[in-house]
């Protein structure tokens, strides 16, 4: 089967699209013939080797995909050739075929075509967890949304004000646009902008963090924490789901509901073949991604 593959770890650049064997089959699992994958940040980390999980080489890159189940293990149910899918995985979604958990698949509702299933999962769960069960937002709350064009951004934002942070101090755009400070801020950015997104959190606000598209992990001075009393909190997938598993099903259901009611419509910035899946993550790399970006493996 053709997969984009990493031998060594570094950049975008190592990925090498070849003729790979496929994944065995084994208990528990799903074969499915992928048809689009997206790209995430965390795939950029992986592959250089500074996520919080290393994974051997070589392997093939792609944390989210839609495509169609091909195969399944003897021992479950629930799940035919044929049936429509979409997931995540750590790795392996820039392939032809993935082999994966029968339980990390979720069945694509008949009204949603393949692009759109795998732009929604990891980035609409992920905002949806975050506003409802972290953040815990309500009606009438000023929130803050950094990165509001990538995926998770722009799946969290139901935006009122825009605010260029390359275009002057973010700190003193939020104090204009925000006078009387902002109830909860989502950030999936980090670096330079944590701080002053922050500080513009009136007292006893939430400051959620993510991720860290930039690159770099901020260090926030305590003493703001202690003074405007606010609580700084984070998300991430696989600790949540093991605290808070009921939830994070109930969430599940809520923002598919979305999606298929059409109040839930991924943002799809760019479409790169399977043979361009180098470029494809150079994009999301280097800050130049809007909404989700996709690799499309099987022709459209």
Not at 210 to 219: L, N, V
Request: hydrophobic letters at 50%; a negative charge.
């Amino acid at each position: 089967m053709r997969a984009a593959l990493c031998r060594s770890y570094g950049g975008p650049e190592v990925v090498e699209v070849t003729d790979i064997d496929a994944p065995a089959l084994g208990p528990g699992q799903v074969r499915v013939h992928i048809h689009v994958g997206a790209v995430n940040f965390p795939d950029v980390l992986v592959m250089a080797n500074t996520y919080q999980v290393s994974v051997p080489l070589p392997f093939v890159p792609g944390s989210e995909y839609a495509g169609v189940v091909a195969d399944v293990a003897n021992d479950v149910a629930g799940l035919a050739p044929g049936d429509r899918v979409f997931g995540s995985v750590i790795v392996g979604a820039f392939a032809e075929e993935a082999v994966v958990a029968a339980g990390s698949l979720n069945r694509t509702p008949d009204a949603i075509d393949d692009r759109t299933a795998a732009a929604f999962g990891v980035a609409y769960k992920t905002a949806y967890h975050v506003l409802r069960s972290v953040a815990s937002l309500q009606p009438g709350d000023e929130l803050v949304v950094l990165g509001a064009g990538g995926g998770v951004g722009s799946a969290a934002a139901g935006a009122k004000r825009l605010i260029d942070h390359r275009a002057g101090d973010l700190r003193q755009a939020l104090r204009d646009a925000l006078p009387d400070g902002s109830d909860v801020v989502v950030d999936p950015v980090g670096g330079d902008l944590a701080e002053p997104a922050l500080r513009s959190l009136r007292y006893g606000g939430r400051f959620v963090t993510i991720g860290y598209a930039s690159g770099t992990i901020p260090r926030i001075p305590l003493n703001l924490v202690l003074l405007k009393g606010v609580a700084v909190l984070g998300f991430q997938f696989g600790t949540f789901a093991v605290h808070h598993p009921k939830e994070m099903a109930r969430n599940d259901r809520e923002v598919l509901d979305l999606l298929v009611a059409g109040k839930a419509a991924p943002l799809i910035g760019a479409v790169f073949d399977l043979e361009e899946s180098a470029a494809a993550l150079r994009h999301v790399a280097e800050g130049r991604a809007v909404g989700k970006v996709l690799v499309q493996v099987a022709p459209a």
